[in-house]
């Protein structure tokens, strides 16, 4: 077993939107601060399976936004979970 984590650093985008309750947006925020150290949990999937630390089809199975991670992999020629229903 491996960890998959999210990290939200709490930046002033994310104060404000926390506090005007669009929690629904934060994924956004955490796309655009990678460089500040914020990783989605997609990312984090993704990332995991770049290092062999798990197997597409489990990142595929456990990703929030199975579309993105998906097209991630693909990019990198990533196999072994197209047969796995989109969402």
């Known amino acids: ?14 104060a ?8 629904y947006q ?3 925020v955490m796309q655009a601060g990678r460089r500040q150290g914020m990783v989605t949990m997609t990312q984090a999937l993704y990332d995991l399976v770049k290092a062999g ?3 597409a089809r489990e990142a595929y199975v456990r990703a929030p936004e199975r ?3 998906a097209a991630m992999l ?4 990533i196999p072994g979970y197209a047969d796995l229903p989109p969402a």
């Open 1 to 14: 077993r491996i960890a998959a984590m999210e990290l939200l650093i709490c930046t002033p985008a994310a």
């Open 16 to 23: 404000n939107l926390i506090r005007e309750k669009k929690s």
């Open 26 to 28: 934060l994924v956004s």
């Open 53 to 55: 630390k798990i197997e």
């Open 67 to 69: 579309a993105i991670l």
């Open 74 to 77: 693909t990019k990198d020629g």
